[in-house]
């Protein structure tokens, strides 16, 4: 038994999802699917890489341009801040003024936000452009779903969305690679400096390529007072998130922002009821396999976003690897989102997307656990299996949850479902990342002092406690200068230990998560508008 809710640019429904005005088959490059596909990964492939790859140049702009650390924390925050809060209203721009067009535009901004960031002199520009680079992002993102869900018949969507998928994977954990070279032998500008050619083919592929679609029904208005009430939300909801390790889970500063969070969400969904083209049509939610992938989404990201957070300081700190190096550690991950990804798509298409996403989020649950189980002697062949699980979990996760969200909105709401699947898999690494470090925090806070007695370490003053406690949270050893040796290695053994305990209950956690999530996939089934999107293609 399936139960369907159609959405019209005006609310719920019983009209049929309307088909692209232009259905005419492509013949040739402009509007062909594979060549499209070609055009938008090489877009989101940029968007995708700054996620992880600045990270890696972080410490050298710090040291050039002389900034504090939480200037630098603003090079990130900044980013994913304007990414997450305008990744729906993005897709609606799309929805309205054509996906072709929002993408070029998001495609042009980036590469140009990136190479100003490469010409800035002083962290407030770097932090300036790095906003612009998310508010582009945003454009980008949900187009390019949008003109693979117009583009590609129901029966090779799937299998598009997977190939996409895999570009996504490959560039989040490729970046540590790339920017450990490009820091290390060229400069940190040149990380920024990249998306500028990479943008420049994306911009001409599309203009070449791309082929607007839009549904005959699509909105046609825009919902202010909506916009403003979901961005605030939205960007309370995640500001908390960012700022709850700094302030504190107890801290009426974190819980302030949660309440306007909780307030600003209430407010909009009252008013998305009472307008004529709201931003996001409720009866959107009406479709349980749609809010199933949401929600799916959400966990997928804080059981992966938040586990690989550690993970990256167990592999520099614990290890003693470079950059390069952990990034090299972290390919069968990768290598596994690369393979499976596509796999995921063609087993989704014959199977539907129930057993292979529910099968993904057990691998992933699995992974986790044997993640906690890593020591400071594990060696890099134990660490692979669990690194390959984990990417051959998470890649039918990352395909199937995103047709079910996209292909179960109608054609006119594509671009405000691809913000959606974004906007999830944003606020999942906000939580992750938050939550886990909680855990993280908690553990060590009450671990260290006893390991440290245990170990004959002199007593610790409080305010020593605490920096050694911040320290511990990343796994560095806080030795001071001078220290004798053997003091200095016990000191070193006291903190990877308590570190690596930490990082064993977070992981545990984000494994309870991946099973949860694996019940949430068992509600998820094939996208039912799917069709409706495949009129102009031509394979």
Known sequence: MTSQTTISATGPGDKAPAAPSDPTPSTGLRGHPWFTLITVAVGVMMVALDGTIVAIANPAIQKDLGASFADVQWITNGYFLALAVSLITAGKLGDRFGHRQTFLIGVTGFALASGAIGLSHSIAFVVTFRVLQGLFGALLMPAALGLLRATFPAEKLNMAIGLWGMVIGASTAGGPILGGVLVEHVNWQSVFFINVPVGAIALILGLLILRDHRAENAPRSFDILGIVLLSGAMFCLVWALIKAPTWGWGSATTWTFLAVSVLGFALFAFWEQRVKEPLIPLGLFRSVPLSAGVVLMVLMAIAFMGGLFFVTFYLQNVHGMSPIDAGLHLLPLTGMMIVGSPLAGAAITKLGPRIPLAGGMAATAIAMYGMSTLTSDTGSGVMSIWFALLGFGLAPVMVGATEVIVGNAPMELSGVAGGLQQAAMQIGGSLGTAVL???????????????????????????????????????????????????????????????????????????????????????????????????????
């Open 437 to 539: 470090g909680a855990v993280m925090a908690s553990r060590v806070d009450s671990d260290l002092a006893g390991n440290w007695a245990d170990a004959g370490l002199p007593k610790l003053t409080q305010p020593q406690q605490g920096a050694a406690a911040e320290a511990v949270q990343v796994g560095v050893a806080p030795v001071a200068p001078n220290t004798p040796e053997a003091i200095a290695a016990k000191i070193t053994q006291v903190a990877h230990d308590t570190f690596i305990s930490g990082m064993s209950l977070a992981c545990l956690v984000a494994a309870g998560v991946a099973v949860v999530a694996v019940f949430v996939a068992l509600l998820t089934k094939r996208g039912e508008n799917a069709e409706a999107g495949a009129g102009a293609a031509h394979i």
